[in-house]
DNA sequence: CTGACGATTCACT
DNA sequence: GTGAATCGTCAGC
């Protein structure tokens, strides 16, 4: 079977985002797979590094005190919904919606190991060869997937942009959880361990990877 | 309408 | 380690 055709048919179901813990569902989707197919063009990458955001209780969240904007409106969905945002002028973000409608919690991926799809990676990032920057940190991750913000409310059920379990195992021990980055802002919030990588993977953003 | 700034990245010192 | 790039979003007037 072609891999799109078994990632397609590997979907994580609604049921997955729709969970009330956002971290467990950060946690979890460590190891799994993104898969795009904008303009014909098939890549995907596995889910190494993932950062939660709590809703209304996060001052780190776009949802902070219940903020509610046209920006942050898909937020409110019920899980399972791309939230793509633009930032520092330059950068698209991507981001799972997670939890029931009303609720807006989020999963931001910050990096995936490439898997299919290098070569129009490359040419969609101008960079010349495939090293560990090439999707590491949520800018590279976007820009090597072709994710724009137009794709905000995209439903992850769909066959353009979805995430699949290929049956790559995660032991436990083998997920950090860390503070986030870039949220000094949030205060205390700043300090909590919402942020979840695969250790020892080259792909992970930040430093060494303690 | 205006101004300040960001869930970042990259080139350069 | 430091700073520029670059523009949509949002709070405040």
Partial sequence: M???TLLRSRKLPVSFYERKNVCTVARELIGKVIVTTFDQVFTAGRIVETEAYNG?????????NGRRTARTEVMYNHGGVAYVYFCYGIHHL???VTNIADTP???LVRAVEPLYGIEDMLIRTGKKK???TLTRGP???SKALGIHTSHT???LQSDRLFIADDGFAVTKSSILATPRIGVDYAGADALLPYRFILKGNPYVSGKKSA
């Fill in 2 to 4: 072609k891999p799109i």
């Fill in 56 to 64: 209304p209780a996060d001052k780190a969240s776009h949802a902070w």
């Fill in 94 to 96: 991507f981001n799972v």
């Fill in 105 to 107: 919690h989020a999963v």
């Fill in 130 to 132: 495939a090293d560990h």
């Fill in 139 to 141: 800018g590279n991750v």
């Fill in 153 to 155: 409310g995209t439903d």
